[in-house]
């Protein structure tokens, strides 16, 4: 068992929920590797951690470690693993990792063809995060979403310099108010702190 897990385990009120998820993400880690290079189970524990780390509850935490799990799967596979998840985990961790995959697929400044002028327009921007939050339907989705989307900027240097600026820009238009919007403000700080470090190098350089 890896050193992450024994922290998230520590002192939770119901370790057994935090152990059937991380078996679950294990199993699937032999499968899946970041684009960054960085592990599936590295990411998904650096979520669950952060996650502990605000003081949210076991279920939370297991859904962070799972938040991934039906990524790129395709719909018969998704509802096997979703039933997998219900026997194993919980109902309700099912619930936000379903949710959470959701809005984990508003990547819109790394989708093909983007245009950073047209998709970043302030109606779309308003429209983009009004569906951020209907697709949640749960707040606990969005401090999962958040967090990866926190770990995810500390790991863009696989990419280009216009697509890690692409990605930051979005995550300054559109996450960083959202997290303003829930009065998380440790989260909005480090975002806007790593997202203003991609933008502005330069800048960040002189401070």
Avoid: C
Avoid at 25 to 44: C, F, I, M
Avoid at 56 to 76: E, F, N
Avoid at 94 to 100: D, E, I, N, T, Y
Avoid at 190 to 195: A, P
């Amino acid at each position: 068992m890896s050193k992450g897990i024994e922290i998230l385990i520590k002192n939770d009120p119901n370790p057994e929920l935090i152990r059937a998820a991380f078996e679950i993400a294990e199993k699937d880690d032999t499968e899946k590797k970041q684009e960054s290079g960085k592990s599936y189970l590295q990411h998904v524990l650096s979520v669950a951690l952060f996650l502990k780390g605000m003081g949210l509850d076991s279920t939370t935490i297991a859904a962070g470690i799972l938040h991934d799990v039906l990524d790129g799967l395709p719909s018969s596979t998704k509802k096997i693993m979703v039933g997998e998840i219900e026997k194993k985990v919980s109902g309700d961790v099912a619930f936000l990792v379903q949710r959470s995959t959701e809005v984990g697929a508003i990547y819109f400044s790394l989708g093909p063809g983007f245009d950073r002028k047209k998709n970043l327009a302030e109606e779309r921007i308003k429209n983009l995060k009004k569906m951020v939050f209907a697709q949640a339907r749960d707040i606990r989705v969005i401090l999962i979403e958040l967090s990866s989307r926190l770990d995810n900027l500390t790991h863009l240097d696989y990419l280009g310099k216009e697509e890690q600026k692409a990605y930051s820009l979005e995550i300054i238009k559109i996450f960083v108010p959202v997290a303003e919007r829930l009065s998380i403000w440790e989260i909005k700080s480090r975002l806007e702190d790593l997202s203003f470090g991609k933008l502005f190098p330069e800048k960040l350089e002189w401070l």
